[in-house]
Every structure is written in structure tokens, then in C-alpha cells.
């Protein structure tokens, strides 16, 4: 079973599309076992496979610290059918780059967060056309507020398209917010869940939003793609697309689900 879990979960295609385009069909194991189940233990709430706990790729166990949690990623294991994709897996995936990788060096995480605070998505806004800057002020106006009102952080909008330095104070204040203490495992999964909200999203602001509970997931999906949306409404639908952009929300689910477990 070791060398089966490395194989199913070690360098596996992250974007199903892109590894279409290459032309390249992943290897997928047969599901090899009968019955998923929850055990509770040192390690959290672990994920037992005909009673055999599972492992990371890195030969850690496969642990979550909320139940909720733990009762996603078996509901995973459960829906593969003849084969185990871990395409399908996203919550699967977070668990074992948080285990693997953020429970390991927490602060290059961290950092990463941070440094989108400096250059996030809201701060960029169009000149034109009025659609589109009215629509940009509507959804990304009232989270700049909230990051001055709950955070403490004062931060400056511009419309140009040079890079604008923040204030130290506003950067200090919403780095603040991030989850970072290495002795506490739910900190190691929000850190985790937040990262990944982040890069999906390219706003560390809306990650922090939905991580107090500012957004729902649905609400934070929307509001990052204000653009993207204008511009499908304006050029048209693209297939590929739309279906990497459906992958990525399931990414965004899965985080999400981690974060309102461990509130």
C-alpha cells in the first residue's frame, strides 16, 4: 500500500486541461479497497482505508485536526469508483501539501501571503470602460473597508498600471491576520487553506476576508473574478476556460470547507 499511495499522489497533474493540451493521459490506480472510515487519535481524526490508516506521500498520516475535515476527504475516498483520480481529489491534495509542506516551514507560507498583500487584486482598478469600474468599485469597495474597519489596515487603491507601494502600517496591520503559529495544527491548516485561497484567487484580501467569515466561498469566487466575468459577457464563453475555471472552484471549495471547520 506505501508504494501505491506515493504512486497515486506523488507528481500527479494538478490541472487536468493543461495535461489535455500536453497530451498526456496520467496513469490512474484501480481502487484497491472496500470500506473508508474515521479514527480518531494522536494525530487528529485519520483517514483508515479496510482499517489501514493512509499516508502522504511523504509517509505521514493522513490526519485532519476537525472531524469536519477528516469527513470530507473520506467522502472523497469514497466517491472514486473503478479508478482513483486524484484530479477529483482536491480536499485530498490541500491535506497533503499542508501536512507535507506547511507543517514543515511555515513562514516561507506565510511570507508568500504577505506578498500578495503588497500588489493585491483589489488595489488595481480599470480606467475604463464605466461598466467595468463600477463593477470593481461595487464588490471590491466594500472588502477595502472592511480590511480598514477589522484589520486595521489602511490601504491605497490606483487606477494606474505601475506598481504602487502600500503603506507599511496597512501591511503590518493585515499581516497580522495571517495564521502563523507553528504549535498550533488548526494555524498550520488555516495557514494552508489560506494560501491556497490566495493563489486562486490572486488576493490574499479575500482570503483573509473568507477566513473571518467577511465572504462565503461562493461570494469570494465571485468577487475575484469581476474581471474575467466582464470580459466573458463581453467576448463570449471559452469551453476550456470554463472548465479550468471549474477545477479551480473545486480547489477554492475545498480550502473554504478546512477554514469553516476550524472556526
Not at 40 to 66: C, F, N, Q, S
Request: charged fraction near 25%.
Amino acid at each position: 500500500m506505501r508504494d501505491i499511495f506515493e504512486e497515486i499522489f506523488q507528481g500527479e497533474p494538478i490541472d487536468p486541461i493543461a495535461a489535455a493540451r500536453r497530451n498526456t493521459r496520467p496513469m490512474l490506480r484501480r481502487r484497491f479497497y472496500e470500506q473508508v472510515s474515521i479514527e480518531k487519535g494522536e494525530g487528529g481524526h485519520g483517514l483508515r482505508l479496510d482499517e489501514r490508516p493512509v499516508r502522504t506521500p511523504a509517509r505521514r498520516l493522513l490526519a485532519a485536526p476537525a472531524r469536519g475535515i477528516a469527513e470530507t476527504l473520506a467522502a472523497e475516498w469514497r466517491t472514486q469508483r473503478d479508478v482513483i483520480d486524484p484530479a477529483r481529489m482536491p480536499a485530498t491534495r490541500l491535506a497533503n501539501s499542508i501536512i507535507d509542506g506547511v507543517a514543515d516551514k511555515p513562514a516561507p507560507v506565510a511570507a508568500e501571503v504577505e506578498k500578495y498583500l503588497a500588489s493585491d487584486l483589489m488595489f488595481y482598478r480599470a480606467e475604463t470602460p464605466d461598466g467595468l469600474i463600477a463593477l470593481q468599485s461595487a464588490a471590491w469597495d466594500p472588502l477595502i473597508d472592511w480590511a480598514r474597519d477589522a484589520l486595521g489596515a489602511r490601504f491605497v487603491c490606483t487606477q494606474k498600471l505601475a506598481f504602487v507601494a502600500q503603506p507599511e502600517p496597512a501591511l503590518k496591520a493585515a499581516g497580522a491576520a495571517i495564521p502563523r503559529d507553528a504549535t498550533f495544527t488548526d494555524d498550520l491548516w488555516r495557514l494552508g487553506a489560506l494560501h491556497a485561497i490566495t493563489t486562486l484567487t490572486g488576493s490574499a484580501l479575500i482570503a483573509l476576508a473568507l477566513l473571518h467569515g467577511r465572504l462565503s466561498v461562493e461570494e469570494a469566487w465571485a468577487v475575484a473574478h469581476v474581471d474575467e466575468d466582464w470580459n466573458m459577457d463581453f467576448w463570449g464563453q471559452d469551453q476550456p476556460a470554463l472548465e479550468r475555471r471549474a477545477f479551480r472552484f473545486a480547489e477554492m471549495q475545498a480550502a473554504a470547507r478546512v477554514l469553516e471547520a476550524l472556526r
